[in-house]
């Protein structure tokens, strides 16, 4: 009965496939039997799940071709083979294709089982006989007919069990190998004794073993060659070494000459093409390698071939990240798609407190004389600051309008809602987003119990104004007359807590909000602007002030429209000329907060320095260290410490490509990321190396606009990256660039503090040889002066000496190389 048992749950506990599930193929070695309802005496049925699709394809939908007066469909043969050749395994008479491609007719009945009576939608009649008896039912006599009609559809109707041949499924093998059977020879042993002494009395002492002949027997270890014991496991040691082997070539190098090939690509006829496509061999080929190839798909959607198992074997974090994981990973993108001009990315700021929002600035890629020559066409269209949601990668949440291209912007610190930008023309744009906060959602999914973190809160505007993507206008715009006459190049808000007046004076702010910026430009000009009203010095009367009223959009802010188009610096600074004949041009604001001693600012630089080979384009302090400056211009990079006035404690040589974009880590002091023109970016680890990046990875094919990194949690950092061609990539940084060791802020504080050391005694041999260089120049001048005070017999005694010692080392020359003997040596001196 086992085997039975077997057979019946194999053929029965068959699971129902669930509609739009894709099917796998199974080789035609290991193809299943349909299932069919012989246990219900019906073997001719075979239930089936025909979905929408497979409907619409083979002329098989429910209330239009099926109904309930005709709940059945004839559909041919070839058509349902076209559907195999078609869509393969996915198809839904797949599992009854053996069934299909033995049926002797032309057409099969597919009837539409309405109430599930064989637990699908739908069920297969594999023979003509049982499509004959279902098209044409046999007559019933008019007593069974009367009798169907007594019996209530509810009642269940016994059948009595029908007896079946026994086939084997290959249970009988399974049985035999997991039953016990003896696999050692017994071993048989023979007490005897003799038939006198049964039931002899017994009486037991003690005695010693040795002094009774026969008591004591020793049984001795003997080698037995009837017996012979296998070793199946044996300890051995091994250890691998490497062959090693010098080699050396030189390349012939030949004369260069310029060589051109052309190719043509090969390009079948559609006559060709159809002769290929109807070919019995190409067919062949693709039938035969389908399965293997979709085998090899699937194995390779399974697990990871490229896996270095090497790798794997080191040890493993147990709570986030692997040590071994050195490479940025790509998280997401951001490209926009319904611009049609091409624009770049010129600046990226994540939102302080929403997390999951970024903001980005794009402008248009064009150089000064494409903009005046296609000026009007640039009015047209819209300069933007576009907000990303890592929940939406396509569309923007927001857009923020501006009059012209923006190259910088920053949030305000006090208050996030509040954005101030500079343009291209020199003009600084404010914007307020406080109506907008309303609709903002941080949403929170998922539990803490996931030993990957994932970002979950995420940035949504309500259902919907989700559809389009919100723009919002300007509340002010600076005066063009009295602002900066160039692009502007950075921006900064001034700490909450201290302000300056007109008088470039510093002082407390005690109001605790930022309330003012600062700006530089390419006119050679550093800005500070206020956006608090300013108290009129001439009180203006009232009539005029009603004339120059105007209303004010609905869709605009009344936030700052004290400052529209009137809106002036508070100070300005230009810098003055240096050791160069040409005017410093900043690009780059660093401020500290530790200057609050200075009554005034400097207009003349304290210092100044030629470090870089090109624009400088990044100037930043680090997070751990507020003396210690980062700057990047040109093919290299170098590190400062302020009040440090030789030079630099770090300065690269010059990179493959130029530098265009870098920023410090966030929680490693010693790291920091350069972005390049080629889009490879230089992760610089001080703690592994200092002449030279650490690691390079290429992130795109363009070059790399700006850099901005963001730490979502203790476990989890991100950076974003920009490129020229508009796309914003944020990637995820891995274990080792984001965790910090034991002892790292010390460690690199300590190299910093060496290479001050290191300078001042570079510095301090550099005087010690200016010294040194004087005093020889000083011996010289001596030497040259005592020279002109010789008289003319001296001259001549000096010139007779060295004639002479010239003639005793030619002797001595001709007699160590043979030409003359000592003899004629005497006789020449004679002569």
């Known amino acids: 009965m086992a085997p039975k048992s077997q057979k019946q749950k194999s053929s029965g506990g068959q699971k129902k496939p669930k509609r739009g599930k894709t099917k796998q193929a199974l080789p035609d070695s290991e193809e299943r039997e349909p299932i069919n309802m012989e246990s219900m005496g019906h073997p001719e049925i075979y239930p089936l799940v025909l979905t929408t699709q497979t409907q619409e394809i083979l002329n098989c939908r429910i209330d239009k071709d099926i109904t309930d007066e005709q709940p059945y469909v004839l559909i041919k043969k070839e058509d349902i083979l076209a559907d195999f050749q078609n869509r393969g395994a996915v198809s839904d008479f797949y599992p009854v294709k053996k069934v299909i491609q033995e049926y002797p007719g032309d057409e099969l009945l597919v009837v539409y089982d309405k109430d599930f009576r064989y637990g699908l939608n739908f069920y297969l009649i ?21 009798y169907k009609e007594h019996i209530p559809e509810d009642v269940y109707v016994y059948k009595p069990p029908i007896s079946k041949p026994w086939v084997s499924l290959g249970s009988e093998k399974e049985i035999e190998e997991e039953s016990v059977k003896e696999s050692t020879k017994q071993i048989t042993y023979m007490i005897s004794r003799k038939r ?23 049984c001795t270890a003997y080698p037995d060659r009837h017996f012979t014991l296998k070793q199946l496991e044996k300890d051995v040691g091994m250890q691998v070494v490497p062959k090693i082997k010098d080699t050396s070539t030189q390349t012939r190098w030949t004369y260069p000459k310029n060589a051109i090939t052309q190719y043509y690509p090969r390009e ?8 290929f496509g109807q070919s019995k061999s190409l067919s062949d080929f693709l039938n035969n390698t389908s399965i293997s190839v979709e085998i090899a798909l699937q194995q390779n959607e399974i697990m990871n071939t490229f896996i270095d198992d090497w790798k794997c074997l080191a040890e493993e974090e147990s709570t986030f990240g692997d040590k071994t994981d050195t490479h940025l990973k790509e998280y997401q993108s951001f490209t926009d798609l319904h611009t049609l001009t091409e624009k770049m990315v010129t600046s990226v ?34 300069s933007l600051i576009l907000f990303w949601s890592f929940s939406d990668p396509i569309h923007p949440q927001l857009m923020l309008e501006s009059p012209d291209d923006i190259f910088c912007f920053k949030f305000c610190p006090s208050d996030p809602n509040i954005i101030a930008g500079g343009c291209i023309n020199g003009q600084i744009v404010m914007w307020d987003i406080t109506a907008h906060a309303d609709r903002i959602e941080n949403i929170k999914a998922g539990g803490s119990r996931s030993k990957k973190v994932t970002l979950k809160p995420m940035f949504l505007l309500e259902p919907d104004s989700n559809k389009e993507a919100t723009y919002i206008r300007h509340c002010a715009v600076s005066s063009i007359e009295n602002g900066h006459k160039k692009v502007i190049t950075d921006i900064h808000w001034l700490s909450d807590t201290f302000e300056i007046n007109r008088q470039g004076a510093v002082f407390e702010n005690r109001n605790g909000i930022c309330c003012q910026l600062v700006t530089c430009s390419a006119d050679c000009t550093i800005c500070f602007w206020d956006i608090r009203p300013q108290k009129a010095l001439i009180p203006q009367p009232i009539e005029k002030k009603k004339e120059e009223h105007i209303e004010i959009p609905f869709d605009v802010p009344s936030t700052f429209l004290h400052l529209d188009l009137s809106w002036k610096p508070l100070t300005k600074i230009r810098l003055s000329k240096g050791e160069t004949s040409l005017d ?8 500290s907060e530790d200057n609050l001693l200075y009554k005034a600012q400097a207009k003349k630089p304290v210092s100044l320095y030629t470090v870089h080979d090109g624009a400088v384009h990044t100037v930043q302090r680090s997070p751990f260290y507020q003396d210690i400056i980062l700057t990047i211009g040109g093919w290299n990079v ?8 030789i030079g630099p404690l770090l300065q690269s040589s010059c990179a493959p490509k130029r530098y265009t974009a870098g920023h410090w880590s966030l929680t490693r002091p010693g790291v920091f990321y350069i972005g390049r023109e080629d889009g490879y970016i230089d992760i610089w680890d001080l703690l592994e190396k200092t002449h030279e990046p650490a690691l390079s990875q290429n992130i795109c094919i363009t070059m790399i606009t700006y850099i901005k990194p963001w730490t979502f949690s203790a476990r989890q950092q991100f950076i974003a990256i920009a490129d020229y061609y508009g796309t914003l990539h944020i990637l995820e940084i891995p274990w080792t660039l984001s965790h910090p060791s034991t002892n790292e802020v010390s460690s690199i504080n300590y190299y910093f503090e060496r290479e001050v050391k290191h300078l001042e005694y570079v510095e301090q041999r550099k005087k010690i040889r200016e010294q040194e260089k004087k005093e020889m120049e000083l011996e010289l001048e001596k030497k040259k002066v005592k020279t002109y005070q010789k008289s003319k017999e001296q001259l001549e005694a000096e010139l007779k000496l060295d004639y002479e010692s010239y003639l005793e080392l030619e002797k001595n020359t001709l007699i160590n190389l043979g ?6 040596t005497m006789s020449f001196m004679d002569l």
């Open 126 to 146: 594999g023979t003509e006989e049982g499509k004959e008896n279902y098209l044409n039912p046999p007559e019933v006599p008019e007593e069974q007919e009367e």
């Open 196 to 218: 006198s002494e049964f039931g002899a009395p017994i009486k037991f002492s003690d005695q010693n073993a040795s002094s009774v002949k026969d008591a004591y027997i020793e």
């Open 268 to 275: 079948l006829s559609e006559e060709e093409k159809e002769t």
């Open 349 to 382: 700021s994540w939102h302080p407190t929403i997390y999951g929002l970024i903001a980005v600035s794009v402008a248009v890629r064009l150089s000064l004389e494409e903009r005046v020559h296609f000026s009007g066409k640039l009015l047209l269209q819209p």
């Open 584 to 591: 410093h041009c900043p690009t780059k604001i660093s401020l």
């Open 638 to 645: 170098a590190i400062w410490k302020e009040g440090v006035m």
């Open 819 to 824: 030409f003359i003997k000592v003899k004629e």
